[in-house]
């Protein structure tokens, strides 16, 4: 079992920036994949970046340039330091963790609770 906890969100104008923290607890934290998603309301679910164990990345293409992952595993905590933010980035946001276990093999997820990041003048 994982438990996930973000924070960070926050009403931001556009053009500014955010940084949005997920700490997990309850188990090894780097053994974990850590994604950030985010829903818009009316809007599906949708991946915005990404990190394995090893540290890989990978970014929804709307993101890429503007938005960092990283993961600090002495703090047993995923980050996502948001820049140059648009009001199409207004959504709610979540962790999501899984077990890597390697060759694009994965746990079961465990999702935090959301952090709302709102974009508007």
């Known amino acids: 079992q994982v438990q996930l906890v973000e924070s960070g969100g926050g009403l931001v104008q556009p053009g500014g920036s955010l940084r949005l923290s997920c700490a997990a607890s309850?188990?090894?934290?780097?053994?974990?994949?850590m994604d950030w998603y985010r829903q818009a309301p009316g809007k599906q679910r949708e991946l915005v970046a990404a990190?394995?164990?090893?540290?890989?990345?990978k970014y929804a293409d709307s993101v890429k340039g503007r938005f960092t992952i990283s993961r600090d595993n002495a703090k047993n905590t995923v980050y996502l330091q948001m820049t140059s933010l648009k009001p199409e980035d207004t959504a709610v946001y979540y962790c999501?963790?899984?077990?890597?276990?390697?060759?694009?093999?994965?746990?079961?997820?465990?999702w935090g609770q959301g952090t709302q990041v709102t974009v508007s003048s």
């Open positions: 999501k963790a899984m077990a890597d276990y390697g060759l694009d093999q994965y746990g079961p997820d465990y």
């Open positions: 309850g188990s090894i934290f780097s053994d974990y994949a």
């Open positions: 990190i394995n164990s090893g540290g890989s990345t």
